[in-house]
């Protein structure tokens, strides 16, 4: 079964190992929360706040991460290229990812 948290208010939530596979968290604030080591194989994320999230060792292959705010996340280069899209994300330095920006070290 798919968990739709569409929106859901997850501020400084402690989801560390949490299985969230296929999970449908659009618009979320995940903001501050603890995701070390969860599952987000084909998350959806999209316009997800994720402001200074701990991603260490989170599965994020094939999430959505359109939109996401991740201003100041524990996340690995290797980690964000996995996912499936990164369009108009903030990444974790503040800059806003482009396809089309080659310095960017997310493309």
């Known amino acids: 079964m798919k968990a739709i948290l569409v929106g859901a208010g997850?501020?400084?939530a402690n989801l560390g190992e949490a299985n969230l596979f296929?999970?449908?968290l659009s618009a979320a604030n995940l903001s501050n929360a603890d995701l070390t080591g969860a599952?987000?194989?084909g998350t959806i994320l999209v316009l997800a706040d994720l402001f200074e999230v701990d991603l260490?060792?989170?599965n994020l292959s094939e999430a959505d991460l359109t939109?996401?705010?991740l201003k100041g996340a524990k996340v690995t280069d290797e980690?964000?290229?996995q996912a499936k899209s990164l369009k108009?994300?903030?990444?974790p330095d503040g800059t806003e990812h482009d396809f089309n920006?080659?310095?960017s070290p997310w493309t």
């Open 10 to 12: 997850l501020r400084e």
């Open 22 to 24: 296929w999970a449908d």
């Open 39 to 41: 599952t987000l194989c």
């Open 56 to 58: 260490s060792r989170a």
């Open 67 to 69: 939109g996401a705010n």
């Open 79 to 81: 980690q964000l290229a």
């Open 88 to 91: 108009s994300a903030i990444m």
């Open 101 to 103: 920006d080659t310095p």
